[in-house]
Structures are given as structure tokens and as C-alpha cells.
Nanobody, 122 residues
Framework: QVQLVESGGGLVQPGGSLRLSCAAS????????MGWYRQAPEKERELVAS???????NYADSVKGRFTISRDYAKNTVYLQMNSLKPEDTAVYYC????????????????WGKGTLVTVSS
């Protein structure tokens, strides 16, 4: 079994910063892409940022230049550094990872964390 556990959410004022962390644990052979999604009230879940096993990153246009995704491969952990936060960044942030638990599995399985709330407000 695999688990993704997020941490680091909270309340921050506009212009402030937060760092989210997500650690994968359990039976893990390899992790392909890891990423962060968010869902604001009454809106659909959207991709914020992702990073592949090779280190290639992808960002939503709305966060480019403000957010940075990084990954500790030894710790199976992904981070999201969020700077210059805006009220419109308020959402539940979900960690996502594609993980193979056994070498003989043909492909990875998509896992989700339970989410961490980020509130940007004065």
C-alpha cells in the first residue's frame, strides 16, 4: 500500500510565502511524475505544478514565476514553494504521484493525498 501525506498548509497574508511538502511511503519501486493540484470552492481541480523523474517541471500559467516545485528523490518527497501568494491561490492543495510498487508492474498507479488547505487572506 502507498500513502501520500501532505503538510505545510495554513493561513498566510497576501504577498506571503508557504512551503508544502508531500512524502510518499509504503511499497515503492519507482515514482514517475509527482505533482500538486488544487481545488478552490466551487471550482474544478487543476494542475498547479508537476515534476518528472528526470526533473522536468511544468507549471500552470497562473503560478509561473511565483511557485517552485522540487523533489527529494531519496526521500520520495515533493515540495511546492509558494511565494507572492494571492487570495486567488486559496484552495485545498493535493499531492499526486504515479507510483510503481513492483518492478514487474507494467505501469504506475495514480495516487492522491488527502489535501492541505491554503488560505491567503488579510
Amino acid at each position: 500500500q502507498v500513502q501520500l501525506v501532505e503538510s505545510g498548509g495554513g493561513l498566510v497574508q497576501p504577498g506571503g510565502s508557504l512551503r508544502l511538502s508531500c512524502a510518499a511511503s509504503g511499497t515503492i519501486f519507482s515514482i514517475d511524475v509527482m505533482g500538486w493540484y488544487r481545488q478552490a470552492p466551487e471550482k474544478e481541480r487543476e494542475l498547479v505544478a508537476s515534476i518528472t523523474s528526470g526533473g522536468n517541471t511544468n507549471y500552470a500559467d497562473s503560478v509561473k514565476g511565483r511557485f517552485t516545485i522540487s523533489r527529494d528523490y531519496a526521500k520520495n518527497t515533493v515540495y511546492l514553494q509558494m511565494n507572492s501568494l494571492k487570495p486567488e491561490d486559496t484552495a485545498v492543495y493535493y499531492c499526486n504521484a504515479v507510483i510503481k510498487s513492483r518492478w514487474y508492474h507494467p505501469s504506475g498507479i495514480n495516487y492522491w493525498g488527502k489535501g492541505t488547505l491554503v488560505t491567503v487572506s488579510s
